[in-house]
């Protein structure tokens, strides 16, 4: 089976973490975890950006030491990672002297090839955006993203990007998967036709940055430094690295829709120029907004990802977030709509599913997982189920999270409507114990099944569920069904207790 790459843009250090980077975050881990769960190997990779005007003009302004700055910037993301309980594999600084030595190496991969050469650059700078804009771009005076630009007259090294617009066409069309969702590809294709200019990769007016090999009054260009990363991790300039060999090319790089450019246009023409394989699959998500407004320190509205986990709890958030947007589209932070789908999704329905499956067969079976054949009416339960679970598979491999949690929410409510249908209390009460062990098995199988496929998105919780029904998930089956399944019931084997797992939240609270 295949070896997979996920990787989460870096982080820039300008900023203190919040619920932007943390749903990309989420995001790369639920689908690391999902490979993980089918019993491929999986390298998840998350770190941080150091370097740059922007971060050198913040350290300025404060009077700080940069280094000592970016250290500690770079820690509030490495305990966010803690926080929201990642599985990252490496968590990569471009400060560190691996990464300096990977992008001079790659940059003099670029030179042998013939791909750079000095010139002067004169144009629009945006350092917010650390981008260069052309004249037709500046709407207003501004760059499109709506940042200030200014005006940049100054020697620079220049990449031959115009010379792979031929390439880069054929190569989209040769992977019409490369960019998802298809949307954005277009804009990216549409781009590209208009044809490519040659791209700006050395400054000099500031110096905090990796230095040209051979020539260090000019500091690289911070996207080929940071873009660059995703080869570091692997133990690159080294290409015969185990890891390198083991997982590049990247299966998923996962980028917001504003750094896509970089990732779906300058990095395949980069890798292109440097004779190295080009990713798999770019996948750019959407913005979070917070009620509607841009997040923004400014406006004061900047949702803390630690303050959320503490208030609503951990696997809480993580659902929230991967449930609420279609990935890639853009979506509105509200504590009302955390709170009124953690409530339906999780409190009212798969808690409630959980908590009445345990608690009739620790009262009426001893707690006993019942020896029972199943009828027709369990076999249609377990077909739509067999059915959901291809869809997940499909849905988590095409990184649509909020569809596949979609159809684990909807096999929970074909549960509850099974048992309601049931009735098991009713057959408990009438003595009916060999019906009773019937709806307990195939509502406990079911359980089973769900808690696996939660459990990318809320591993902490399925944890708890699959402990308390003596299951491991570190097993080598594959399987979600069938033969080979995933650590399947024991008949007869005790099942534990559960504490309320996701308990109602008050709607005054938020
Ligand atoms: N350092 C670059 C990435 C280099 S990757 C080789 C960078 N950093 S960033 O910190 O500014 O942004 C990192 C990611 O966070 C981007 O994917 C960006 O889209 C995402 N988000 C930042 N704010 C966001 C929201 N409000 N909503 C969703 N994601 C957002 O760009």
């Known amino acids: 089976m295949s ?86 594999d490496d968590f990569i600084r471009t400060t560190s002297e691996r990464h300096v030595r990977s992008v001079r190496d790659f940059w003099s991969r670029l030179q042998n090839n013939n791909q750079i050469y000095l010139d002067k650059y004169s144009g629009w700078y945006s350092v917010r955006d650390e981008a260069f804009y ?33 390439k880069l066409l054929d190569f989209y069309k040769e992977n019409p998967e490369f960019v998802k969702p298809n949307s954005r590809f277009n804009e990216v294709v549409s781009f590209v036709e208009q044809g490519l200019k040659d791209l700006s990769i050395s400054r000099t007016s500031f110096d905090w940055g990796i230095k040209v090999p051979g020539d260090e009054k000019h500091i690289i260009y911070v996207w080929i430094d940071a873009l660059t990363n995703y080869l570091t991790a692997l133990d690159y300039p080294d290409i015969k690295a185990e890891k390198y060999l083991n997982y590049w090319p990247a299966n998923y790089h996962i980028v917001g829709k504003d750094i896509l450019r970089f990732h779906a246009i300058y990095w395949p023409a980069l890798l292109m120029a440097a004779n190295l394989p080009l990713p798999n699959q770019i996948i750019a998500h959407g913005w979070w907004t917070v009620e509607k407004e841009k997040m923004s320190k400014s406006m004061g509205n900047v949702i803390d990802p630690n303050e959320m986990i503490l208030k609503y709890g951990l696997d809480q958030f993580r659902f929230f977030l991967l449930r609420e947007v279609p990935f890639g589209n853009d979506g509105d932070f509200s504590i009302s709509s955390l709170i009124s ?86 057959l408990a009460k009438e003595g009916k114990l060999d019906d009773l062990k019937i709806v307990l098995k195939a509502s406990l199988e079911m359980v ?42 024991v008949v007869n084997q005790k099942i534990g207790e559960l504490n309320l797992l996701f308990p109602k939240i008050d709607k005054i609270e938020g």
């Open 3 to 88: 070896n997979i790459y996920i990787t989460t843009p870096i982080y820039y250090v300008n900023d203190i973490p919040h619920v932007g980077h943390a749903y990309t975050s989420i995001a790369c881990d639920a689908l690391s975890r999902f490979f993980r769960l089918k019993g491929q190997k999986v390298f998840f990779l998350t770190g941080t950006d150091e370097h740059g005007l922007k971060i050198q003009q913040v350290t300025k302004d404060k009077n700080i030491e940069t280094q000592d700055f970016v250290d500690q910037m770079s820690t509030n993301f490495q305990n966010l990672t803690k926080t929201l309980n990642l599985t990252n």
């Open 134 to 166: 052309s004249e037709n771009e500046i709407i207003d005076g501004k760059a499109p993203s709506g940042s200030k630009v200014e005006w940049v007259e100054e020697s620079s090294y220049f990449f031959k990007l115009s010379e792979w617009g031929d």
């Open 341 to 426: 789908r953690v409530n339906s999704d999780l409190a009212n329905s798969f808690g409630n599913l959980v908590n009445r499956v345990f608690s009739m067969t620790n009262k009426n079976l001893d707690g006993l997982v019942p020896d029972a054949e199943i009828t027709d009416k369990e076999q249609i339960l377990i077909e739509m189920c067999d059915e959901k679970i291809s869809d997940y598979m499909v849905f988590f491999k095409n990184v649509e999270i909020s569809k596949a949690l979609e159809s684990v929410s909807d096999m929970v409510s074909n549960t509850n409507k099974y048992i309601d249908d049931m009735k098991p209390w009713s």
């Open 448 to 489: 089973r099944i769900i808690s696996i496929l939660f459990y990318p998105v809320m591993p902490n919780s399925s944890k708890k569920i699959l402990n308390a029904l003596n299951i491991s998930l570190d097993s080598d089956k594959s399987s979600f069904t069938g033969e080979n399944q995933i650590a399947p019931l």
